[in-house]
């Protein structure tokens, strides 16, 4: 399981630089806008690209800590993975026993 946390690690952050960088974008969009509308034109991608930015990083940065602390002392168990759908958002939980 260390192998494929530490790869889906760099997945989601490989993702996170990609929207990181699309965020950017979006940003001078919003910095250059000439008046109201047009700023509002393109806010709410602008919140969605930072707010996914952040979870992908956060995500990259647990993986990478489990995946990491499995290889480094050889504690690989039958680890359980799910995840969970919400109307409030969604959860990925990760569990395994020693």
């Keep these: 399981w260390s192998n494929r946390l530490l790869v889906g690690a760099g997945v989601a952050a490989a993702g996170g630089i990609v ?4 965020a950017f ?41 489990i995946g990491l602390y499995l290889r480094l002392t050889g504690r690989e168990s039958p680890v359980q993975v799910s995840a969970d759908v919400r109307s409030g958002g969604a959860f990925v939980r990760i569990g395994w026993q020693q």
């Design 19 to 22: 929207l990181h960088v699309l």
């Design 25 to 65: 974008q979006t940003r001078k969009k919003l910095d250059d806008a000439a008046d109201l509308d047009a700023y509002r034109e393109h806010e709410t991608t602008f919140d969605i690209e930072r707010a996914a930015t952040f979870s992908l990083y956060g995500a990259a940065a647990v993986a990478g800590g």
